[in-house]
C-alpha cells in the first residue's frame, strides 16, 4: 500500500494515517498541498490519501470539500476522528517576548487566537500550507514561532514553549480516508455516506425539496453545507453527510429521490462512522417495510391486492 497525505511529516493528518490499520508498513509519502494529494491518488501513483475533512471548531475545510465534488471522483472509504492539541514551537533560546511572527494552517489560528493574543500579543500571523510546513520555516528562521503538533517539536529540531494551547477545548478534526471509485465497504449499522447535490435551476424551495428527500424517510443529515461551484453567482453545489449507508433502504430511495430533483448527484462514499453513533430508525423506514410496500404495490399490480 501507498498513502499520500499533507505534508511534510510531522503533520495531524500524518498522525490520522498512522492510526488506520492498513497503513502500518506501508508507504506513506507527503505532499505539500490537499490538491496534490488527491492527484497522486487520482494518477495512481499511490492508493489512498488520507486528508483533513472538519474540524470541530472551525468548520468544514474549503479545499477538500471543493476537490472532492468538483475534482475527478475519488471515494472516501474510511473516517478517522483526531483530537487536535497545538503547542507553540520555537528555536531553541528564543522566549515569549522574542516571538513576533507565528506561522499555522490557517485553521488553527482561529482554534488559538485569543490565547495568542494574551501571551504573544505583538506577533503577526504568517500563513502555511501545513502546520508541519509552519514548524520547518521556524527551524529555516524564517518565523519565530509555529502552531503544531508537540510531536513535531523533535522532528524539527524545536521546542515547545507552550502546549495543550486552544480557545476551545477537546477539538477534535475528521480525517478521510480516500481511494479511486470503488463499490463501497459493506454496511456496519453505524454508517455515514456523503454526497454532493447540483442545483440545476436556482428556484424557491429548492433547498427544501433536498431536504424533503430525507426527512420523509426519517435520514439524519449529519452535516449539509453550500458550496459555489465555479460556474457563476448563484451556481452552488450543497456538500451532505447523512446517516445510513447506500445499501440500506431508505438510503438508496433518497438517492433516487434526491437524482430526481437536481442536476446532478455525485456519490462520495459510505464508510463506517469512527464514532460508532448508531442511527434510530423510524418506523416505516426499516429495510423490511421497504420490502412489504413493495410486496404489496406489486400484488395491486398483479391484480391480487391484500383484502
Known amino acids: 500500500m501507498r498513502y499520500a497525505y499533507l505534508g511534510p511529516q510531522g503533520t495531524f493528518t500524518e498522525a ?4 488506520l490499520p492498513d497503513a502500518a508498513g506501508a508507504e506513506q509519502l507527503p505532499y505539500a498541498t490537499v490538491p496534490a494529494a488527491l492527484d497522486a491518488l487520482r494518477r495512481d501513483e499511490v492508493d489512498a490519501a488520507v486528508v483533513a475533512l472538519e474540524n470541530s471548531v472551525e468548520g468544514s475545510v474549503p479545499t477538500t470539500l471543493d476537490e472532492l465534488a468538483m475534482g475527478d471522483p475519488l471515494q472516501i472509504v474510511s473516517e478517522i476522528h483526531l483530537p487536535v492539541s497545538f503547542a507553540l514551537l520555537v528555536r531553541p533560546g528564543t522566549g515569549f517576548a522574542d516571538v513576533k511572527t507565528v506561522a499555522s494552517h490557517p485553521h488553527a489560528q482561529p482554534q488559538c487566537r485569543r490565547w495568542l493574543a494574551e501571551h504573544v ?11 508541519a510546513e509552519a514548524a520547518q520555516h521556524v527551524a ?13 517539536a523533535a522532528r524539527y529540531g524545536l521546542e515547545v514553549l507552550a502546549e495543550d494551547i486552544h480557545d476551545v477545548a477537546d477539538a477534535v478534526t475528521r480525517f478521510v480516508e480516500l481511494r479511486r471509485p470503488c463499490a463501497p465497504p459493506a454496511p456496519t449499522g453505524t454508517d455515514r455516506t456523503t454526497v454532493a447535490a447540483f442545483i440545476g435551476e436556482d428556484h424557491p424551495g429548492a433547498l427544501l425539496e433536498i431536504l424533503n428527500e430525507f426527512a420523509i424517510r426519517g435520514i439524519n443529515l449529519t452535516l449539509i453545507q453550500s458550496r459555489p461551484t465555479g460556474a457563476g453567482l448563484g451556481s452552488y453545489l450543497f456538500w451532505m453527510d447523512f446517516e445510513g449507508h447506500v445499501e440500506d433502504a431508505r438510503v438508496g430511495e433518497a438517492l433516487m429521490g434526491l437524482r430526481r430533483v437536481v442536476a446532478d448527484v455525485r456519490f462520495l462514499g459510505s464508510y463506517s462512522r469512527a464514532d460508532q453513533v448508531r442511527p434510530e430508525i423510524r418506523r416505516g423506514t426499516h429495510d423490511a417495510d421497504f420490502t412489504e410496500a413493495a410486496a404489496w404495490l406489486t400484488a395491486i399490480r398483479q391484480g391480487h391486492p391484500e383484502p
Open 16 to 19: 490520522a494515517l498512522r492510526s
Open 121 to 131: 500579543p505583538d506577533a503577526e500571523w504568517r500563513a502555511a500550507t501545513s502546520n
Open 140 to 152: 529555516d528562521g524564517h518565523y519565530d514561532a509555529a502552531l503544531a503538533g508537540s510531536f513535531a
